[in-house]
């Protein structure tokens, strides 16, 4: 019996020095010390020996077991460990490792300017107002005093949608809106997205931004609008610059005048953008028309007002120097980087 134990507890510790897994250390276990174990079955015979050999026997029995059991333990434990130190040595990361840059996005040029622009027009008590993209030919036109037939419709290459609405041409809707939502005294602009059917050149797109802006009041003349548009020329450009002011014709405004902007790319000497001519077209702007007023329910014996359609997208090229209007839309990010 006493040999029988010895070998019992060699193979065991044998089997356990062999066990590198978990599993292994298991079948272990349950090779010696389960129900049919080889150590619980050899202490099934306990019973058969004789009664004085007996409690010898037990003595070494529960040694063996103790052994055994505590081995199994320790065999586990060195196992856990070390799988978990591997664990960890697999996920260790080298933290002096120069991490990968996340690329920030930045702000366009265009809503650049358009908040400061909103803020400069707040700051003089004008409200930001918001119109649809998608017009009908009434707000686009017809209210403008721009009557179907009317040659001055040519001005204005529109893209039509087969419902009969259209791409608003430009942002003066939004002045017939504000006259139907809020009564004057009004101070508005509303900054957006137009759409002409055009043929694309350096300055020329078929979608660009202007800001569109309404005074109506008792007692505003030219030389309200005037002030005004000085005002925020100098507040944009953070500097005085040249102007010169042109009859113009626009069947919303009466009289109506186109403010040229002494070309800032080229200092006034002319390249592709002034079209050589040293100006730029910036501040088409007027006195509203009656007929507008009367568009929107209010009555031009006793108000008037002042409206122009800031060319958003030239004044970004002006502010930055950019020489082609199609870089706006190319989604080149060499380019809008340059503006983070
Ligand atoms: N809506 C005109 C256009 O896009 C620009 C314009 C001209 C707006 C004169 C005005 C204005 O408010 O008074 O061609």
Redesign the pocket.
Known sequence: MEKRIEELRAAASRALDAASTLDDVENARVRYLGKNGEITQLMKGLKDLPAEEKPKAGQLFNRLKNEVDAAIKERKATLESSQLDSALAADAFDVTEPGVRVGFGSVHPIEQTRRRLEDIFTSMGFMVLDGPEIESDYYNFEALNIPAHHPARD??DTFWLEDGDLLR??T?PV?IRAMETYRPPIRAIAPGRVFRYEVTDASHENTFH?L?GLVIDRDISVANLIFAMKTLLREIFERDVEIRLRPGY?P??EP?FELDLSCLICDGGGCKVCKQSGWVELL???MVHPNVLRSGKIDPEEYSGF???LGLTRLVMMRYGIDDIRQFLAGDLRFLRQFA
């Open positions: 001005m204005q041409t430009h003066s002045q202007q569109e626009f919303f405004v109506g088409p702007c007027g409206a122009f359609g």
